[in-house]
């Protein structure tokens, strides 16, 4: 409760929803939201599911207080038992769907690197995300983020 009030009272681009599954979770965020913020806070659902894929769009019309929404391959492959190789092309139609159902609002963050000493593989990885039509890359590595801010600023 602590931090969400001190990320209510300042201007932040967003919090993070992990597993975001449904429009209900974010109204529910909405409401608690609501009581605590001093400043208008957005909500970046982060898509790591079967569940909230298929929710995309629905999740997307939460206007009030989604922008932008953020995808997480890790935990998606993990749930249906993919292993992503190197050129990542087992998520291709995942990072498609999620730029076309999300067209309504800012282009969508692509999901993390986790080879973090691999800088060629992320930069290829940012590359083919921008290319797809994503604005920006999730970092786990202080090292990824100057290659990210230059590929998508």
């Known amino acids: 409760n602590t931090d969400l009030k001190f990320v209510t009272s300042e201007k932040f ?5 992990p ?16 009581n605590t913020e001093s400043v208008k806070t957005n909500i970046i659902p982060i898509l790591e599911s079967i569940n909230g894929l298929a929710n995309l769009e629905e999740i997307c019309s939460f206007k009030n207080r989604v922008k932008v929404i953020s ?39 692509d999901t993390s690197f986790l080879d973090f000493k691999n800088e060629e593989g992320f930069k ?17 590595h202080p090292n990824q983020i100057n ?6 600023s």
Not at 19 to 34: A, P, S, V, W
């Open 13 to 17: 681009s967003g919090i993070f929803l």
């Open 19 to 34: 597993f975001t599954e449904e429009k209900k979770q974010l109204e529910e965020i909405d409401n608690i939201l609501k």
């Open 71 to 109: 995808f997480g391959s890790h935990d998606l492959a993990k749930s249906i038992n993919l292993k992503i190789s190197h050129n990542e092309k087992e998520i291709l139609e995942f990072r498609k769907n999620i730029v076309q159902k999300s067209k309504n609002i800012l282009k969508p963050i």
């Open 124 to 140: 290829n990885s940012c590359l083919l995300a921008k290319n797809l039509g994503f604005g920006g890359k999730a970092c786990i």
């Open 147 to 152: 290659i990210s801010n230059d590929i998508f």
